[in-house]
């Protein structure tokens, strides 16, 4: 494998960028301010995420909602 180096957003602004998109996976780096996040939507796809800081909160079809601290 070659080596790729990504550079994401540093900041605090509201970000979504398309990190690697291809046929195995896709991975965005996205970053929102408290309150802010992408609107409700459904997918039948595996999701993986990171939270590099703050609070995750997701919830699942027929699942009470999760809140998931950085690291």
């Known amino acids: 494998m070659i080596e790729k180096t990504f550079n994401l957003s540093k900041g605090n602004e509201k970000a979504v960028e398309k990190v690697i998109f291809d046929e195995n996976i ?3 780096h996205m970053v929102f301010n408290e309150n802010e996040g992408l609107p409700e ?3 039948n796809s595996n999701v993986y995420m990171t939270v590099i800081r703050g609070v995750l909160s997701i919830s699942q079809v027929h699942k009470v909602g999760v809140n998931s601290p950085s690291g």
């Open 26 to 28: 896709h991975y965005l």
């Open 41 to 43: 939507h459904y997918s």
